[in-house]
């Protein structure tokens, strides 16, 4: 059965540093990867979608990497701001099409 | 392009009552899939519908059942309610199935069983 574990489960930072999330997953046999955000009481919101056969994936300040055979990816923000403050989640889809979500990370910009 | 649209957003509902959730998928998306979001449990996946079929189903009980119809709009059922069903239900619609593409999200409807 898919784990998928995200690390830490809360960052703080100031704004304008550049930081790392991370997921790990048990269990190599995906489709995708998918990481989200999710702002309090709302949906999920896609950011980068990683298909098993892509190493990374980038949009603007956005960096997603992908290593399956290690069950690890990692989402980059680069020049954090405070609007960036929300949860992000990781999400894997299985080659049976089970789709496993982490935790989150709760990510606090301040000012 | 409209995003994906949920009704109603809030609902409150009795043990025992049955519920249907409804999603409007992004035009031209052809599948929706249905989450659970709780504090306890996150986000779990409940099923996928694909040209008006159920392509994949998550480990939730009969009480929970969905449709599609022509026009790919779908809509969630759970009947008997229960306490724990209180939860934030989130629909996600893709172009083509979910395994190869992109999934956007709804606001979600937050259901509160009393």
């Known amino acids: 059965k898919q784990e998928v574990t995200q690390i830490p489960a809360a960052l703080s930072v100031p704004e304008g540093e550049n930081l790392v999330l991370n997921c790990s997953f048990t269990?190599?046999?995906?489709?995708?990867l998918q990481w989200f955000r999710q702002d309090p009481g709302k949906g999920l919101t896609s950011l980068l979608l990683i298909q098993s056969s892509q190493r990374e994936q980038t949009s603007g300040r956005l960096n997603a990497s992908l290593d399956k055979s290690s069950g690890r990816s990692t989402l980059y923000i680069a020049a954090s701001q405070p609007g960036d403050s929300a949860t992000y989640l990781c999400a894997v889809l299985n080659n049976n099409n089970d789709m496993r979500f982490g935790a989150g990370t709760r990510l606090t910009v301040k000012p | 392009k409209a995003g994906v649209t949920q009704t109603p957003r809030y609902l409150i509902k009795t043990r025992g009552q049955q519920v249907t959730l409804s999603c409007s998928p992004i035009s031209g998306h052809r599948s929706v899939s249905w989450y659970q979001q709780t504090p306890g449990q996150g986000l779990q996946f409940l099923f996928e519908?694909?040209?008006?079929?159920?392509?994949n189903k998550g480990n939730f009980p009969g009480r929970f059942s969905g449709r599609q119809f022509s026009n790919s709009r779908s809509e969630m059922n759970v009947s008997t309610l229960e306490l724990g069903d209180s939860a934030l239900y989130l629909c996600?619609?893709?172009?083509?199935?979910?395994?190869?593409?992109?999934?956007?999200f709804g606001p979600g409807t937050r259901l509160t069983v009393l």
């Open positions: 269990d190599s046999a995906i489709y995708n």
């Open positions: 519908y694909f040209s008006e079929t159920q392509r």
């Open positions: 996600a619609s893709s172009l083509e199935q979910r395994s190869y593409n992109e999934q956007f």
